[in-house]
């Protein structure tokens, strides 16, 4: 019984070293990125992105050390950007899966680009006259918005939830995207969907929708409603 319990702890602590020496390899310090003078974000890879509104700008990076030397972190143009520079990557870092985090204080934003397998999201509201946001790939955004025009346009598998206000918004969506934004209220709206696609919208006042595909809109409220449908797609009033 004694042999078995000596083996037991034995096992439990090469298991627990083993563990250490991996939290070490992948570990992750977060550094300041000196940044100003941006309005707009554009963020590619795998990046974790959480934006708040401030009356500075800032940015804190969190990455692993085996894609530190490969980090883009700069404004451009106006243009903050965000990513890595992967051309000279080993097969094995190409298998390899970034964790990297980004957290970015804004004073303001008028565009958001984000491509690859991004997640971002708001803490504050994001407040502006106008905002584009524009995802691909497999990206996500959950965002709460404050802004009189609204243009968004997403393709591939990417998933996006809204809330807040938006005086006018005009959506286009294709592939297998998702645009959720009953929590995001509109006077009015332009809505163009195909593929797999689907959206759901809250407008008050004119609504324009096309849907092609597979895809489905579904709208909350009473607007005057333009429609136009082909294939299997529909479009339906949800209570």
């Known amino acids: ?18 563990l250490m020496i991996a939290s070490l390899s992948f570990a992750q310090n977060r550094e300041s990125v000196n940044v100003s003078n941006f309005t707009e974000l554009s963020v590619s890879n795998a990046f974790v992105v959480e934006i708040s509104v401030g009356n500075t700008e800032a940015l804190e990076i969190e990455i692993e050390d085996e894609f530190r030397e490969y980090l883009i972190a700069e404004v451009r143009n106006g243009t903050l ?15 390899m899966n970034s964790s990297a985090k980004a957290f970015l204080t804004v004073k303001s934003l008028e565009r958001i680009e984000v491509s690859g397998a991004v997640s971002v999201r708001t803490r504050d509201i994001l407040k502006s006259d106008k905002l584009r946001v ?13 802004t009189n025009d609204l243009n968004l346009q997403a393709s591939g598998a990417c998933v996006v939830n809204l809330e807040g206000e938006a005086k006018n918004q005009n959506i286009k969506m294709s592939g297998s995207s998702i645009y959720r934004a009953f929590d995001l209220q509109s006077e009015t709206g332009v809505v163009r969907v195909n593929g797999a696609s689907n959206a759901s919208i809250s407008v008050s006042e004119d609504l324009d929708v096309r849907a092609s595909g597979a895809s489905s809109i579904y709208y909350k409220g009473d607007p005057k409603l333009k429609m136009d449908t082909s294939g299997a797609s529909s479009v339906k009033r949800s209570r």
């Open 134 to 146: 524009g995802l691909s790939g497999a990206s996500v955004a959950r965002l709460e918005i404050e």
């Open 81 to 95: 950007v965000i990513g890595l520079d992967n051309k000279n990557w080993s097969r094995k870092q190409r298998r």
């Open 1 to 18: 019984m004694k042999k078995i319990k000596m083996n037991s702890l034995r096992t439990a602590m090469i298991a627990l070293a083993f």
